[in-house]
Each structure stands twice: as C-alpha cells, then as structure tokens.
C-alpha cells in the first residue's frame, strides 16, 4: 500500500507544479532559439515572457504567506498557457515551427 501521507512543502521548490513549469520554460526557450531574428521582440519574446511567468506566479503567490493570496496566484496560472497556445497558432500561421 502507498504511504498516503504527502511530504511537507517547505518552499514552491518543491512543488511539482513549479518543477513542471520550469520545465515548460525550458522547453519554450529551446523552441524558440530557431525562430528567425526577426522574431526577437515579437512572438519569441511573448512565448518567452509567457512561459516565465507561471512559475514565477507560484514563486510570488507563495512569498504572500497567505493561503488566499497563494491561491490567488495559482488561480492567474491556468490562464496564462492559453496565451501560449493562442502564439503557437500564430506560429504556424507565419510558417514558423509551433512551440509545444
């Protein structure tokens, strides 16, 4: 049988959720490195800033020490690869490769 107790949280390190967003940001930053120059300031730094931002949210939610606030923060996530997924479909339409 499993052991059912979880381990305690002692920072947003250790979240697997955190751990799964830098990995997405990983992901989107090797993604992006083939885009064309051009792209730079345009859908390479929106996925980038996109990308960064949900990991940096679970960062920022857990500094409120307040469950409210931390579920605040956890709450602006979810929205947040929609965005990415809306570049993606501009990716392609500008012949460029998608992301994920």
């Given at each position: 049988?499993p052991?059912l ?10 979240l697997i959720?955190?751990?799964k967003?830098m990995s997405f ?12 120059k051009t792209?730079t300031?345009?859908?390479t ?5 996109a ?8 960062a ?7 469950t409210g606030k ?7 996530c979810p929205?947040?690869p ?5 570049t993606?479909?501009d990716?392609?339409?500008v012949?460029?490769?998608?992301t994920t």
């Amino acid at each position: 049988m499993p052991c059912l107790v979880s381990p305690i949280v002692q920072s947003y390190r250790d979240l697997i959720v955190w751990k799964k967003a830098m990995s997405f940001v990983l992901a989107i930053y090797r993604s992006t490195e083939s885009f064309p120059k051009t792209e730079t300031y345009g859908l390479t730094s929106q996925l980038r800033r996109a990308a960064v931002s949900v990991p940096s949210n679970i960062a920022e939610g857990q500094g409120r020490r307040s469950t409210g606030k931390f579920k605040q923060f956890f709450g602006e996530c979810p929205r947040l690869p929609d965005g990415s997924r809306d570049t993606d479909s501009d990716c392609s339409r500008v012949g460029l490769p998608e992301t994920t």
